[in-house]
C-alpha cells in the first residue's frame, strides 16, 4: 500500500506564489513519476506537472513558465512551485505517484486526497 501526503495549500492573492508538497510512503519498490493535476469546480481533474525520477518534467500549456515541479528522491517527495497565481488557478491540487510496489512488484499509480488552492483576484 502507498500513501500520498500533501500539503501547502491555502489562500493567496493574484500574483502570489505558494508552494505544495506531497511525501510518498508505504511499499514502494521503485519510483518511475510523481507529478500534480487539479480540479476546478464543475470541471474535469487535469495533469498540470510530471517529473520522473530521471528529472524530465513537462507541464500543461496553462501553467508553463509560472510552475515549477521538482522532487527529492532520497524523501520520496515532489514539490509544485507556483508563482504569478491567477483566478483561474483556483482549484483541488492533487500528487500522483507512479509507483512498483512490493510484493506484486506492479505498477500502481496513486493519488493523493488533495489540498485547495484559492487565488483571490
Do not use: I, R
Given at each position: 500500500?502507498?500513501?500520498l501526503v500533501e500539503s501547502g495549500?491555502?489562500?493567496v492573492q493574484?500574483?502570489?506564489s505558494l508552494r505544495l508538497s506531497c511525501a510518498a510512503s508505504g511499499s514502494i519498490f521503485r519510483l518511475n513519476a510523481?507529478?500534480?493535476g487539479r480540479q476546478a469546480p464543475g470541471k474535469q481533474r487535469e495533469l498540470v506537472a510530471a517529473i520522473t525520477t530521471g528529472g524530465s518534467t513537462n507541464y500543461a500549456d496553462s501553467v508553463k513558465g509560472r510552475?515549477?515541479?521538482s522532487t527529492d528522491n532520497h524523501?520520496?517527495?515532489v514539490y509544485l512551485q507556483m508563482n504569478s497565481l491567477k483566478?483561474?488557478?483556483t482549484a483541488v491540487y492533487y500528487c500522483y505517484a507512479d509507483t512498483v510496489v512490493t510484493p506484486s512488484y506492479r505498477n500502481l499509480k496513486v493519488w493523493g486526497q488533495g489540498t485547495l488552492v484559492t487565488?483571490?483576484?
Open positions: 500500500q502507498v500513501q495549500g491555502g489562500l493574484a500574483g502570489g510523481m507529478g500534480w510552475f515549477t515541479t524523501k520520496n517527495t483566478p483561474e488557478d487565488v483571490s483576484s
